[in-house]
């Protein structure tokens, strides 16, 4: 029998196929078919932080609502946060893989008190994601990085659900931040989200947005850095997200080291279908492998010496180059 259970946060899930936050997971008859799909967890699409709070910064301005504006800003915050709660109570009801809500934040503020509600409303654990651009002229070096682990220190005293970081690919070292966000307690980390693309039409002279989604090139640099990460930093969970866009990735991504895959825009352009395809292709390649369960090859292939030279951390092309020359 070829097992594909795995452990990934603290959750057992069936298999390591979990669908990434996104419109995908935004209703819970969505999340029942993915399930009834074959999909070992589901990520609900974000809460923003935003939707709390610029919401109710609007509101902040007397000139929109010359009375009420408190009160209305009280109701909004409700009223995102309440629809959020029913998207998890709901979840829960039709699914029995673990729900995991999600939220997406830049500040370390009172909008985290609302964790509690989502460990209350059900929740199997809480997906952070903190996806912001540095720009400022006066940035200080390693403040983005100190927020990450403000933010997670202060909703790991908030709530007792696993915590897992969902971090951006614009860090210096993410090695150095996961080994911080593991000693404050984050139970799994995923490599990485993807950030809106911009583009240019050269004709209209304007900016436009570029791809939506992902490509299978995008694959390497989870895989990369799952692979140096889960060397040095070993007692934490990995789920690969970005780039999974064949069954192949999802074996390449457990080799790598990490516990599971997210996945989000090859279900968009290739429906739940994917889902048993690539449990089908996994168990299969597992069989043609000898190997019974994930634990048995599970990191085979990551960095075993990542203090010294290794493959994922190679940058240049050079011997590519001379090769050719
Ligand atoms: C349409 C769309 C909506 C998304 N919404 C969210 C979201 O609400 N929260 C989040 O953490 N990531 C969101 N993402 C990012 C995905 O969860 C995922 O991390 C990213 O697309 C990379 O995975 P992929 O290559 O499998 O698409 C969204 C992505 C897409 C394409």
Known sequence: MTDLQTTFAGLKLKNPIIISSSGLTNTAAKNEKL?????????????????????ADRLRNPSYYPEGSDYLEEYIRNHALSEYLDLIKESKKVCTIPVIASINCYTDSEWIDFAKQIEQAGA????????????????TYGTFEQRHIDILSHIKKTIHIPVI?????????????????????AAAVVLFNRCYQPDIDIEK??????????HADDLSTPLRW???????????????????HKPEAVI??????????????????????????????????????????IPQFK???????????????????????????
């Open 165 to 185: 970081m969902k971090l951006g690919d614009n860090l210096t070292n993410p090695i150095a931040l996961i080994d911080q966000l593991y000693a404050n307690g």
């Open 124 to 139: 199997d654990a809480l997906e952070i994601n903190i996806l912001a651009l540095q720009t400022s002229l006066q940035y």
């Open 35 to 55: 399930e009834a799909a074959g999909a070992g967890a589901i990520v609900l699409k974000s809460l923003f932080e935003e939707q709390i709070t610029l919401e």
């Open 226 to 244: 799952i692979g140096i990460a889960s060397s040095l930093v070993d007692k934490i969970d990995y789920a690969a997200s970005g780039g999974i």
């Open 205 to 214: 002279l304007e900016q436009i947005s570029g791809n939506v989604f992902s």
């Open 252 to 293: 390449k991504a457990l080799l790598a080291g990490a516990s599971a895959v997210e996945m989000c825009s090859v279900i968009y352009q290739n429906t739940n279908s994917f889902i048993s395809e690539s449990n089908h292709f996994l168990e299969s390649w597992m069989q043609r492998q000898g190997f019974k369960n």
């Open 299 to 325: 990191g085979k292939l990551k960095a075993k010496d990542a203090e010294g030279i290794n493959m994922w951390e190679r940058t240049q092309f050079l011997k590519y180059f001379s090769n050719k020359a």
